[in-house]
């Protein structure tokens, strides 16, 4: 790194690579906030367990790709490569998500996860290749780029979820697209050009961040701290970047004659033949991902177990019920193909893990045993993006009140916006649910601030209206986890220095049990929220801030430290395995939490159902909550019990074979 430009001791390529990623995560995840939302309340009509099932396969998948997307990488195409036909394939999809088509929206899906594949492991690949080997700057350059990757993460929601929920799904998906090419564009420009399309880029974002939010003082604090973090990351990286760019051979193909080299007789060169290859493939994740439900006369997805027997179960007492559940979903195409993924990785690791030497094997044992707590924490914490999503929209209180209907007020006619405030209360003899009230957001997208004519009844007395705006989207609160983590990220890593330069800092497992606990605590808050609902059924919303919050805290105990662990404790010759197999469980974890989803379903995908009133649902999504504080809890208990034994199979010091007292610092 000594003839390279830096900045802060960073290389200036980094900056290139942080903004890339940013505008990456903001397309990806501004999809995410409103895919859940857009299957249900737009033109698909899903009820929430075929939604639920959709999005676990949509995430599961998008876990799967990147372990082809990085082989193909390493053996032939290159990083550079591989990042520019991700993110062209992403961009596509984002574009096609537009379309109001059931093949389409499929379509769209199957290109988002084909594109993260070669995206996402690519360009974290080129991050690291920044350093030279043994660089102790290499971890805080990782870190400015998981503060990248958060700071995309937390403006999609209040940009993209913003307006998509507010003036129309596809301006959402158009400025998710937008963001997308703007990222490719960064990656690929010459650096003049690059510095303007940052600068051009954030002052966007920062002008939508001011102007497109809801008048809430919380969401405005969040806007503005998201604001000024862009402006002052666009301000940084300008500067990086007039010292020098990205290095024209960083991500080159490792063999460029064996990259165009001719396959098929000579038609085709091995880059088109991967090209082309890709795109035929595209089809068939179109059928993983549906379920293969295009293919069926009905349009329903494939399951591959006989309704008497799921149909048994479900008559059964309360084990069999979830049985039934887990059984269905897991027997779908995406589930079988992660199930028997899982067990041919599991069975070859384990075949490999008992040929080792004492040390290496036990180390290998502490990978697997973490790998299954790492699977049941993003099992439990990826309820963000389905049940807790749904929970926010149908039973968290999102309305700054204005003022409250009198007594004087009944038998009146008075026109208000109907917002939240409305849900459960009738207008005239007419009771007013969550699907009258879309239906109405629907018809008047082109006027957010539309009223209707409401008579006011007795059972009318202290109902809330809104002012105007009359009330924040449900997808703006998925900022939260990124806000935060852009708010404590730093201080954790700072603490686990300050721990570790005294040798106080926890081996780990224990962090692993940390970051467990934290997240049973964030479902007790959400429980609690709805324990102590007001008489609708509506959760204050500083239950839903508090339960995020644990969340990320516990996340920044677990995820850091993850691939870190398996780095550190594989076996040279397995290592590339055992992190395509973290991954892989990571996509198991993915697809396990929308069977946990089903659980809060309470609509189905008839024309005629309907959400329920508030309170007929927050129970619901209480009691699974609950559940799952519970279930976390158990798992920590589980953990912390191992964790000696754990920390003592780690062999921290020792050579291979050899036995050595342990350090205080483990992890």
Avoid at 112 to 131: D, E
Wanted: hydrophobic share 50%; glycine share 12%; aromatic share 12%.
């Amino acid at each position: 790194m000594n003839n390279t430009p830096t900045l802060f001791g960073h290389p200036a390529g980094l900056y290139t690579l942080f903004f890339a990623e940013m505008w990456e995560r903001f397309s990806f995840y501004g999809m995410r906030a409103l895919l859940l939302f857009y299957m249900i309340k737009g033109f698909l009509g899903y009820g929430d367990s075929e939604a639920y099932a959709v999005y676990g396969a949509y995430t599961a998948l998008v876990y799967l790709t990147p372990f082809f997307g990085g082989m193909l990488a390493d053996r032939l195409l290159g990083a550079r490569r591989a990042v520019i036909l991700g993110g062209l394939l992403m961009a596509a999809g984002h574009l096609t998500m537009t379309i109001e088509n059931d093949i389409a929206f499929f379509t769209a899906l199957a290109l988002l996860i084909c594109g993260n594949g070669f995206f996402k492991p690519n360009i974290s690949t080129m991050v690291g290749a920044q350093y030279p080997a043994g660089s102790p700057r290499r971890d805080a350059g990782f870190t400015l780029f998981y503060m990248g990757i958060n700071l995309g993460a937390a403006m999609s929601p209040l940009l993209c979820g913003y307006i998509g929920e507010t003036y129309g799904w596809h301006y959402g998906f158009g400025l998710a697209t937008a963001g997308m090419l703007v990222g490719l564009a960064v990656f690929v420009m010459p650096r003049r050009i690059t510095q303007l399309l940052i600068l051009a880029g954030v002052l966007a974002a920062a002008v939508g961040l001011f102007v497109f939010r809801p008048d809430s003082g919380l969401q405005v604090a969040i806007n503005i701290f998201v604001g000024v973090a862009l402006l002052a990351a666009g301000g940084i990286a300008i500067a990086a970047l007039g010292r020098g760019g990205l290095a024209s051979a960083m991500g080159a193909p490792p063999d460029m004659a064996r990259l165009h080299g001719r396959v098929l007789g000579g038609l085709l060169s091995r880059q088109w033949a991967v090209y082309l290859c890709t795109l035929a493939a595209i089809p068939v994740v179109v059928l993983f991902v549906s379920g293969f439900a295009p293919l069926a006369s009905d349009g329903d997805a494939l399951v591959l177990v006989p309704a008497a027997f799921v149909e048994r179960l479900q008559a059964g007492g309360a084990l069999a019920q979830v049985l039934a559940v887990f059984v269905t979903e897991m027997s779908r195409p995406a589930g079988l193909l992660l199930t028997v993924s899982g067990v041919v990785a599991l069975g070859y690791l384990l075949m490999h893990t008992f040929k080792l030497d004492k040390v290496r094997r036990e180390r290998m044992f502490v990978v697997l045993v973490l790998t299954f707590f790492s699977l049941t924490f993003w099992a439990f914490f990826e309820q963000g993006g389905s049940s807790i999503n749904n929970f926010t929209d149908r039973n968290v209180d999102r309305v700054a009140e204005q003022r409250a209907i009198g007594a004087a007020e009944v038998g009146s006619v008075i026109r208000i916006q109907p917002t939240q405030e409305q849900l459960g209360h009738y207008n005239g003899a007419t009771l007013f649910t969550l699907d009258a009230l879309n239906a109405l957001r629907e018809a008047n997208q082109d006027d957010p601030a539309f009223a209707v004519e409401w008579e006011v009844v007795p059972s009318n007395v202290g109902m809330g209206v809104a002012g105007r705006p009359a009330e924040t989207p449900a997808s703006v609160y998925q900022s939260f986890n990124p806000v935060y983590i852009l708010l404590f990220g730093l201080a954790f890593t700072a603490l686990w220095g300050f721990l570790g330069a005294r040798n106080w800092e926890p081996p780990t497992p224990y962090k692993f049990a940390l970051g467990l606990l934290q997240l049973g605590l964030g479902f007790g808050a959400f429980w609690y929220g709805a324990q102590v609902s007001d008489e609708r059924g509506m959760v204050a919303l500083q239950w839903l801030a508090v339960g995020y919050l644990l969340h990320t805290t516990g996340e920044l105990c677990l995820s850091p430290v993850g691939l870190s662990m398996v780095t550190k404790l594989a076996p040279a010759r397995l290592v590339s395995t055992v992190m395509g197999a973290w991954f892989l469980a990571t996509a198991f974890s993915q697809f396990l939490a929308a069977v946990i989803a089903q659980f809060t379903g309470v609509t189905g995908g008839d024309a005629d159902a309907s959400v329920p009133a508030p309170i007929d649902t927050v129970h619901v999504y209480g009691d699974v909550f609950g559940s799952v504080a519970v279930m976390a809890l158990a798992a920590t208990a589980v953990c912390l019990l191992l964790a000696p034994l754990l920390t003592r199979w780690m062999h921290v010091g020792e050579e291979e074979g050899e036995a050595a007292p342990l350090s205080a610092k483990q992890s």
